[in-house]
């Protein structure tokens, strides 16, 4: 069965940082792209990062770049999103998902999904 958990959300003030985690199980990890898509109140689907399989390229979106930093580690199954400098407008759930490759920008194309975590900023 294919599970990807996320974790680490939670309510953070403006210029805060918060860590999100997402545990994969059940397909070759190491074999996909992983991504954070995040859905704010109200709103669609935004792709937020990318990592190839390997772990060496990423890609963010501009609304996050040089805030947000993914990484991943195959050997755990796991991947990462570090977040700085929070603003409320990066209030929303987190997901990970797993795509065949880097650049697919349709995020309903993606292969595996968790089920998000919630991140809120406020003060």
């Known amino acids: 069965e294919v599970q990807l958990v996320e974790s680490g959300g939670g309510l953070v003030q403006p210029g805060g940082s918060l860590r999100l985690s997402c545990a994969a199980s059940g397909f070759t990890f190491s074999s996909y792209a992983m991504n954070w898509v995040r859905q704010a109140p109200g709103k669609g689907l935004e792709w937020v990062s990318a990592i190839n399989s390997g772990g060496g390229s990423t890609n963010y979106a501009d609304s996050v770049k040089g805030r947000f930093t993914i990484s991943r580690d195959n050997a755990k199954n796991m991947v990462y999103l570090q977040m700085n400098s929070l603003k409320p407008e990066d209030t929303a759930v987190y997901y990970c998902?797993?795509?065949?490759?880097?650049?697919?920008?349709?995020?309903?194309?993606?292969?595996?999904w968790g089920q998000g975590t919630q991140v809120s900023v406020s003060s």
């Open positions: 998902a797993a795509s065949p490759r880097m650049g697919i920008m349709n995020v309903l194309g993606y292969d595996y």
